[in-house]
């Protein structure tokens, strides 16, 4: 009912003290005189003031990751003695394990011992024109969207072997 019934009068309920609308008092102990562990720690929110530096943190260590991952498309010109030639790459990155393949004029092929260590970036694609094969090496550094170094070419009728500067990017031109 809506009260306690005492003789002829009816008393308002009384709330307990953080029990709700139950009319006896706690019988829950005294947690300042009789302190007991509780069974889960309290949870430990971040300051509102601090969200921002927090998602700003998150924010950097999923690009730095994403730099230092060679996965994507690729593109760089390079000099030929017929004009400059757009020149494609799809890397995938696996382990330390480059692969992918290396488009140009003369179709796509497979690359070759390739790796990225602490920011170098190396691998080989074999040629092939006029029933010969050439090895050409390209190493450069990797440095977020953009990797420069050097192309290797062997030289013609056994020549030193010609290197030339090399500027990819990362995406479509």
């Given at each position: 009912?809506?009260?306690?019934?005492?003789?002829?009068?009816?008393?308002?309920?009384?709330?307990?003290?953080?029990?709700?609308?139950?009319?006896?008092?706690?019988?829950?102990?005294?947690?300042?005189?009789?302190?007991?562990?509780?069974?889960?720690?309290?949870?430990?929110?971040?300051?509102?003031?601090?969200?921002?530096?927090?998602?700003l943190a998150a924010v950097l260590l999923a690009?730095?990751?994403?730099?230092?991952?060679?996965?994507?498309?690729?593109?760089?010109?390079?000099?030929?003695?017929?004009?400059?030639?757009?020149?494609t790459a799809q890397l995938v990155q696996q382990?330390?394990?480059?692969?992918?393949?290396?488009?140009?004029?003369?179709?796509?092929?497979?690359?070759?011992?390739?790796?990225?260590?602490?920011?170098?970036?190396?691998?080989?694609?074999?040629?092939?024109?006029?029933?010969?094969?050439?090895?050409?090496?390209?190493?450069?550094?990797?440095?977020?969207?953009?990797?420069?170094?050097?192309?290797?070419?062997?030289?013609?009728?056994?020549?030193?072997?010609?290197?030339?500067?090399?500027?990819?990017?990362?995406?479509?031109?």
């Amino acid at each position: 009912g809506p009260g306690r019934k005492t003789g002829a009068f009816f008393l308002p309920r009384r709330p307990a003290a953080n029990r709700g609308d139950h009319s006896r008092p706690s019988r829950r102990p005294n947690r300042i005189a009789n302190p007991q562990p509780t069974r889960h720690p309290p949870r430990r929110m971040i300051h509102p003031r601090l969200l921002p530096t927090a998602w700003l943190a998150a924010v950097l260590l999923a690009l730095a990751a994403r730099a230092s991952d060679l996965t994507g498309d690729w593109h760089w010109t390079s000099a030929s003695p017929t004009g400059p030639v757009v020149m494609t790459a799809q890397l995938v990155q696996q382990d330390g394990i480059l692969t992918g393949t290396v488009t140009g004029r003369q179709g796509p092929a497979a690359i070759a011992g390739g790796t990225l260590q602490q920011g170098r970036v190396a691998f080989s694609v074999l040629r092939g024109s006029g029933g010969k094969t050439m090895l050409i090496k390209y190493a450069g550094k990797l440095d977020g969207n953009t990797i420069t170094g050097t192309i290797e070419r062997p030289g013609p009728n056994g020549s030193p072997p010609a290197k030339s500067p090399w500027k990819a990017s990362r995406g479509w031109p």
